[in-house]
């Protein structure tokens, strides 16, 4: 398995690119197993990629929606990941209700992440991943200075280094237990961390990507 580099000419290409990639793992899973099972990335990233999915050719009946993190904040906040998930593609498609599987960060960090765990033990595993990766070389909400337990499915953050504050995010092991990962890595204050990747740094990133077959999409 390998995780191929892609550079794009523009945000437009890259964002294309993206949604490109993730029809193209839908169709593979839907005609392999009657079903998709993905996970979206939080932050303000992948925005564009998912408004492009709107258009899709696909049966969204067949789409399962997880969560790769979210912030504990109250659902109609703008930090909200599930929140900006909504707004540029899940309540645009026919996708049913019971199929979206938000993270339930109203319970508050420490029962949110066990109640989520369960949920996505009992899932995997997941057909495709989606990240980002911030300049530190986080991902999802998975920091490099945190100590983490390598068999959580899904994890309290309680003292993250940006805001908001508290967490919850998927392991490692869960980001792990894909078919593949879609990362988005636009953007030149994150020249840094991909290059410390790129030469094997023990960064989040690559903590969990190692292995595992996919894409990383960057800009010039």
Request: aromatic residues 6%; hydrophobic residues 45%.
């Amino acid at each position: 398995m390998t995780l191929r580099w892609q550079i794009c000419t523009d945000l437009t290409a890259l964002h294309a690119a993206a949604a490109t990639y993730v029809l193209a793992a839908s169709e593979r899973a839907i005609e392999r197993a009657r079903r998709f099972r993905i996970v979206l990335a939080g932050g303000r990233t992948p925005r564009e990629t998912y408004t492009m999915l709107r258009q899709a050719d696909t049966d969204w009946s067949r789409w399962e929606i997880y969560f790769s993190d979210e912030r504990c904040v109250a659902a109609d906040n703008i930090e909200r990941n599930s929140r900006l998930a909504r707004e540029c593609l899940l309540d645009h498609v026919a996708l049913p209700a019971t199929q979206i599987f938000e993270i339930p960060v109203e319970l508050g960090a420490d029962e949110a992440a066990a109640q989520y765990g369960r949920l996505v033990a009992a899932r995997v595993p997941f057909d495709l991943v989606i990240l980002g990766m911030g300049e530190d070389g986080h991902t999802a909400s998975l920091f490099p200075a945190d100590a983490r337990d390598p068999a959580a499915w899904a994890v309290a953050v309680h003292h993250a280094p940006k805001p908001p504050n508290p967490r919850v995010s998927l392991g490692a092991r869960a980001l792990r237990a894909t078919q593949q990962v879609l990362v988005l890595a636009p953007g030149a204050s994150k020249r840094t961390a991909l290059q410390a990747w790129r030469v094997g740094a023990r960064l989040p990133i690559n903590e969990v990507t190692e292995g595992l077959a996919g894409l990383v999409l960057v800009d010039r």
